[in-house]
């Protein structure tokens, strides 16, 4: 399992007082899936859609009820309406403080505050870091991929779930500004020594781009933050002509889905992306036209493929024009909807569920891959594209 430090919990941001549609995977599912949610997936809609309907409104009532009842009796209103969205048994339904929604509003817009690091757990329980992002505080510190974390802020790490780390990264509410100092200890080889950092504001790199020795090009999409959709249609535009694309969105929690249709719009010509419902409201999703229909294409995914990445694949898949590679996805596609409660804090219910362009219903089933492979999965990619004839 691994991370980058802009997660701990998940957050939902909704701003203005319209309510938002939005599509929410969960950060629990690292733990299930082997890979740590980069960001939840969501959709901001125009305030020219319709909101929320009679029955919606019924619940997100019953929740905003038990808060103002906590408010007036002193205790808690973010907890009464967490006791009352549990038991409304919505597999998907939570609540987030104002500083969550505030927070993750800024991961989504492609920007966060920490210091750089991406950390794994391996299997003996020692956490290590895995990527160091390029300019980033720990970058200048000299800490490199594969240096051990041992401490942060003087709290041991071992033994601790990746998103227990992530979380003493980014620090709380009150010391996760930029600015604010945060000690790390470390090990590499026989010498240890520790380092503070300052938490800076850093930008997500959330589209890479590589090319193979053979002219493939692997571009990877760790998550559909605010640009993503356009990076990716600038990269299939700029890789070599005729070569085959690998489309990897292994870990992939989704994003934005707005950025998800984008990106479905540099492979295919216009049409049907997913259609989805609000309260048995029937909604469609669909491309621009003028996206690259010919050449090969290979999109890889995995068990932490979720919510706006399993859209796009199954959007792919569907209209047959990419060959989709590794196993089953996670199974995220219900949508939910955001209401402000009397304290500050944010609820969300589950209010409908979207589905591919033929019809498939992706919540709580996955996308089954054409050819499964889990390991060696980038190396079968490259196979599958020399029979597609790059």
């Not at 491309?287 to 399993?310: H, K, Q």
Request: net charge neutral; with cysteine.
């Amino acid at each position: 399992m691994s991370g980058r430090d802009l997660f701990c919990p998940p957050r939902r941001v909704r701003r203005g007082a319209a309510l938002t549609l939005v599509f929410a995977s969960v950060l629990v599912a690292g733990a299930a899936t082997g890979s740590l949610p980069e960001v939840d997936a969501r959709d901001r809609k125009s305030p020219s859609e319709p909101t929320i309907s009679a029955a919606s409104a019924g619940r997100h009532e019953d929740v905003a009820k038990a808060a103002e009842k906590a408010m007036a009796a002193g205790t808690s209103p973010m907890e009464a309406a967490e006791r009352a969205v549990s038991r409304s048994g919505d597999r998907w339904g939570a609540v987030y403080s104002p500083g969550e929604y505030e927070e993750f509003e800024e991961a989504l817009d492609g920007e966060y505050t920490g210091v750089g690091l991406w950390a794994r757990r391996e299997r003996d329980g020692r956490i290590e870091v895995a990527r160091v992002q390029p300019g980033s505080p720990a970058d200048a510190a000299g800490i490199h991929r594969g240096d051990r974390l041992r401490s942060v802020d003087g709290k041991k790490v071992d033994g601790r779930p990746v998103t227990d780390v992530v979380s003493l990264l980014r620090g709380d509410a009150t010391d996760a500004a930029a600015g604010t100092a945060v000690r790390l200890g470390l090990e590499r080889g026989t010498r240890a020594w520790h380092e503070t950092l300052r938490r800076a504001r850093l930008s997500t790199d959330d589209v890479t781009v590589r090319t193979l020795g053979d002219g493939i090009t692997v571009l990877r999409v760790a998550a559909f933050t605010k640009g993503s959709g356009d990076q990716v249609r600038a990269a299939v535009r700029q890789a070599p002509a005729g070569a085959g694309i690998v489309l990897d969105l292994r870990g992939n929690s989704g994003g934005l889905v707005g950025e998800a249709v984008t990106a479905a719009a540099a492979f295919l010509d216009g049409g049907l992306v997913a259609t989805y419902d609000v309260d048995g409201e029937q909604r469609a999703l669909h491309a621009e036209a003028g996206g690259d229909t010919t050449r090969p294409l290979v999109a890889l995914v995995d068990g932490g493929t979720m919510s706006a990445a399993e859209l796009l694949t199954g959007a792919l898949q569907d209209r047959g024009r990419a060959v989709v590679v590794g196993s089953r996805t996670f199974g995220k596609g219900s949508v939910q909807m955001p209401s402000r409660l009397p304290d500050g804090s944010v609820a969300e219910l589950t209010v409908g569920h979207y589905r591919t362009p033929s019809g498939r219903g992706v919540d709580g089933r996955g996308i089954t891959p054409d050819l499964d492979a889990e390991q060696h999965v980038l190396e079968r990619a490259e196979t599958v594209l020399s029979g597609l004839g790059r």
